[in-house]
């Protein structure tokens, strides 16, 4: 599976992105989809996930009721929708599979591919 993600940028706090990750390979339909997210000097960290058929989310606290997450198989394509950004949202941020995950899950290490990130910078 290979992953790109697109759709960063600079954007006033309050504004709106929506994140684009696109996949390659036939066990995308499969797999569970997570969003991570490195600020410069900090850890990466979770942000969401989503399973294989959409029907299951799961958020980071920081971001619940301000980004979704969704998916379009038929498209190999998972989005995040950010709204309300505020700076503290400034990161990298990198889409990710979970190959073998039921559900939606936070942990890193169930991830076995990653995209190249992108940048999002959240001005005050």
């Known amino acids: 599976v290979q992953l790109q993600a697109s759709g960063g940028g600079l954007v006033q706090a309050g504004g709106s992105l929506r994140l684009s990750c696109a996949a390659s390979?036939?066990?995308?339909?499969?797999?569970?989809m997570g969003w991570f997210r490195q600020a410069p000097g900090k850890e990466r960290e979770f942000v969401g996930a989503?399973?294989?058929?959409?029907?299951?989310?799961y958020y980071a606290d920081s971001v619940k009721g301000r980004f979704t997450i969704s998916r379009d198989n038929a498209k190999n394509t998972v989005y995040l929708q950010m709204n309300s950004l505020k700076p503290d949202d400034t990161a990298v941020y990198y889409c990710?599979?979970?190959?073998?995950?039921?559900?939606?899950?936070?942990?890193?290490?169930?991830?076995?591919?990653w995209g190249l990130g992108t940048l999002v910078t959240v001005s005050s």
């Open positions: 989503i399973n294989w058929s959409g029907g299951s989310t």
């Open positions: 990710a599979a979970d190959l073998y995950s039921e559900y939606p899950t936070g942990l890193i290490n169930e991830y076995d591919y």
């Open positions: 390979g036939r066990t995308f339909s499969s797999a569970a």
